[in-house]
């Protein structure tokens, strides 16, 4: 199968289960292919997923470089939600904003190796959590736009990581004795007051368990650009990453926009 990549769409089920992204449809169920060779082929294109122009490079997942300047889908806020201003009917697309920005949000705490903290649009919480590679999460606060949302987590990013550290993700390295309920407890503390109103009465943990029958050990990264064909044993898969069983990587949405061809044995 031949078409432009795009992130994996995912379901929460047991275990999460993945289908392969081609063309802006799901054509491919990933989970079945688990324990199986698979090969994908770069064949050198890459259309800007806003425009549809052939670029060189990708830039921030699948953008040309002028897109990447002006699409609101790349727009700072996307990385520094507290720079949002669609709640004052300001943005690079106001439409735009509105409709993905200037609605609710959730703070969340994710455990895996540690506990970060990190924003969502409330109805994709559970897909930000699965493509994150989250073990646990808990909503944290709900509010009502993506400002309120990035105001809490900047007051928080003093006591915790707003990353994720990808490497020890993919080892599986977890901490088992973290616990979000008591966390969450402990953080809201540290909230502005006038922020504490937003604090979610939701103390449901949720678990997940993803798609793999080998973790890496050593963390190897590969890349079409480096490789343009990448062939093995699909070991798993975690976030929005396929784990080969020979502890190479590859993160499928960092490759949004890339022209593969797809094939398996």
Known sequence: MKGLLDKMRVSFEEPIQYQLVLNNEPQIGMNALIGREIELNWTGKIICSNCGK??????????????????????????????????????????????????????????????????????????????????????????TNRYEAGIIEVALKSYMTDKTNWQRMLKNEINHELDLLDEKGRVEDLLPFDMRDFVSMNDTIISLNYPVEKYPLKVKSVSFDKSPVIRGKLAGIKGQYLIFDDERVLNIRKHTSYEIEFTHD
Not at 87 to 106: A, M, S, T
Not at 125 to 131: A, E, F, N, S
């Open 54 to 143: 052939q670029t060189k490079n990708s830039f921030g997942q699948g953008f040309c470089f002028n897109c990447f300047q002006s699409a609101p889908q790349a727009a700072p806020c996307i990385i520094n939600p507290e720079l949002c201003k669609a709640h004052l009917g300001e943005g690079r697309d106001i439409e735009w904003e509105h409709k993905h920005h200037n609605q609710p949000h959730v703070v969340y705490l994710a455990a895996s190796d540690t506990i970060k903290v990190g924003v969502t649009r409330a109805e994709q919480t559970l897909t930000r959590w699965i493509d994150q590679g989250a073990s646990h999460a808990i909503i944290l606060a709900e509010t």
